[in-house]
């Protein structure tokens, strides 16, 4: 939360459209993409994996929708179709890291350039429209004056943020990241839960692909270029740790906001795509280096030394305790100081 407000402040202080209400409705708007993939990839890196094809599925979800329609298809018929080809994309994904024992981040290059490639022969080279005013409405527009994609994106956080905290998978999920030799050994569906996590990651980029086809009114194989980093991006500043079992889908979530908001005052700012990319890419590496090795053991010593200042603790002792008087040495009556000898506990 102190990460956000200092990036709302500095938006404020670069733009004065920033705290206009027609921005942070962009924001969200935005944001709410961005999360809905950070979510997916979040369900991808808790188990130590990655998936870098939620961009080329978003993509291929937004022409494959737009596709079925104008071949007069209903919208509901076409979201279930559309959600079972992105089924088997990562179903796809699952089996190569798993069966195949491909490395994750190479099995998922390989698919994004697969999947991409495919977006664009079924788009047959130019972007398709979409008039179809039911799956529009469903995916975009408001209920009450809120956002529908703030609406899916919040539900899609509830759903995964319960079926993480108090299902048995959501905490297989956690055990496999932390320890996936341990997990197989103790019996856990090692492989079918990896797999699963691969498929769901890709059902909730073919969600966001709908929500990015309805918004803009189109399908094309670009339109998801990108947010495959952004997705990373937003899962590691939201806590999650490249080498698994840590994290949750609501830090995810925030972690998609904060990428929302930022990339929302470089666009205020006129900052061009390029310079947006180092960025994004500066921040997926101060993420885990806060997250992981020597990032970790500096950020406890500062919160170890921020504690003891705020709290007056008293000078850590040889141990790592508070020191006490048995860690200071004994003085003697002529000033030298002599070593304390050893307290006993007598039974009576």
């Not at 104008?70 to 796809?92: F, N």
């Not at 788009?123 to 009450?144: K, P, W």
């Not at 997926?284 to 406890?300: C, E, N, P, Q, Y």
Request: glycine fraction near 12%; hydrophobic fraction near 50%.
């Amino acid at each position: 939360m102190i990460t956000i407000t200092v990036v709302l402040v500095i938006g404020a202080l670069l733009s004065p459209y920033f705290l206009s209400e027609a921005n942070f409705r962009n924001i969200l708007i935005t944001g709410a993409v961005v999360s809905v993939l950070a979510v997916g990839q979040f369900m991808v890196i808790v188990t130590a994996g990655i998936d870098l094809s939620v961009g080329a599925v978003a993509s291929f979800s937004t022409v494959a929708s737009a596709v079925l329609m104008a071949q007069g298809r209903s919208a509901w018929s076409t979201v279930a179709l559309s959600l079972l080809a992105c089924g088997v994309i990562g179903l796809v994904n699952g089996a190569l890291v798993v069966y195949a024992r491909i490395t994750p981040f190479i099995a998922t290059l390989g698919m994004l350039g697969v999947v991409q490639g495919l977006a664009y022969l079924v788009q047959g080279g130019t972007y398709v429209r979409i008039e179809n005013q039911a799956f529009i409405g469903l995916f975009s527009g408001d209920v009450g004056g809120v956002p529908r994609q703030v609406l899916i994106f919040a539900l899609v956080t509830v759903i995964f943020a319960v079926l993480m905290r108090w299902s048995t998978f959501g905490r297989q999920l956690y055990a496999i990241g932390g320890n996936a030799e341990a997990a197989h050994l103790s019996g856990l569906p090692v492989k079918r839960n990896v797999v699963a996590a691969y498929v769901i990651s890709a059902a909730l980029a073919s969600i966001a692909g709908f929500m990015l086809a309805a918004q803009l009114g189109e399908g094309s194989s670009r339109l998801g270029q990108g947010l495959e980093l952004d997705s990373i991006a937003a899962a590691v500043v939201g806590g999650a740790s490249l080498f698994g079992g840590l994290g949750s889908p609501a830090a995810a979530v925030l972690g998609g906001l904060l990428i929302g908001t930022i990339s929302n005052i470089m666009n205020l700012r006129g900052v061009a795509a390029e310079p947006q990319l180092i960025i994004k890419g500066f921040l997926i590496l101060f993420a885990v280096f806060v997250t992981s090795g020597k990032g970790a053991d500096l950020r406890g010593s500062l919160g170890a030394m921020a504690k003891s200042v705020l709290f007056h603790r008293r000078p850590l002792g040889s141990a790592g305790t508070p020191a006490t008087d048995e860690d200071s040495p004994a003085v003697s009556p002529n000033g030298e100081s002599q070593p304390r000898e050893p307290h006993t506990r007598t039974s009576k």
